[in-house]
């Protein structure tokens, strides 16, 4: 996946589709992230550049409840790469 704001905007519309609200925020956060589930957000540092914030989104959608009737028909395409991504880096 190209590192471009067109993409990042399709992956937080997987999110959106799904009811996450997606914050970019300052703090001091592990691993680029903070989800609070109670709420369905998923607060993203506010300092990662385009590349971080897309492998970020690629690291946290496959632990997420997405709810893929949900998705558009291009989101669900989008989803199915993820997974498929997110599993091939499981299994080598």
Do not use: H
């Not at 993203?44 to 632990?63: C, H, S």
């Not at 558009?72 to 499981?90: F, G, N, P, R």
Request: glycine residues 4%.
């Amino acid at each position: 996946m190209k590192y471009t704001q067109s993409n990042l905007d399709k992956l937080e519309d997987i999110l959106g589709e799904s009811e996450y609200v997606v914050r970019y925020e300052r703090g001091t956060f592990q691993s680029g992230w903070c989800l609070l589930e109670a709420k369905k957000i998923v607060v993203l540092n506010k300092f990662l550049n385009t590349e971080g914030r897309i492998n970020t989104l690629l690291e946290l959608i496959p632990q997420l409840n997405i709810e893929y009737d949900k998705l558009t028909l291009e989101s669900q395409k989008l989803y199915e790469l993820v997974l498929k991504q997110a599993i091939d880096e499981v299994a080598a």
